[in-house]
């Protein structure tokens, strides 16, 4: 059993930074394959990015060269720089943890850009 909690969430102007961070307990962190997700209103939630135990990323074309996923598997964290913000990345922010058929979620925190 994994538990995440996400923080970091909140109002910025277009062009501004954020940074999500993702706490984990209850199990081997560093064997987990550790994503990001949104959802925006009206739309199906997507992966914005994704990190595996061994520091490998993806990232969702749209965020490609602005956010930036990491993780410290000692302090069973990840987080999600956020930089150049767009009014479009406005979305509930959610930490994932997967391996194999074993998924987690956090409650998802909310991240509002302005323009």
């Known amino acids: 059993q994994v538990q995440l909690v996400e923080s970091g969430g909140g109002l910025v102007q277009a062009g501004g930074s954020l940074r999500l961070s993702c706490a984990a307990s209850?199990?081997?962190?560093?064997?987990?394959?550790m994503g990001w997700y949104r959802q925006a209103p009206g739309k199906q939630r997507e992966l914005v990015a994704a990190?595996?135990?061994?520091?490998?990323?993806n990232y969702v074309d749209s965020v490609k060269g602005r956010f930036t996923i990491s993780r410290d598997n000692a302090k069973k964290m990840v987080y999600l720089q956020m930089n150049s913000l767009k009014p479009e990345d406005t979305a509930v922010y959610y930490c994932?943890?997967?391996?194999?058929?074993?998924?987690?979620w956090g409650q998802g925190t909310q991240v509002t850009v302005s323009s």
């Open positions: 994932n943890a997967n391996f194999g058929r074993r998924d987690y």
């Open positions: 209850g199990a081997i962190f560093s064997i987990y394959v």
């Open positions: 990190a595996t135990s061994s520091g490998s990323t």
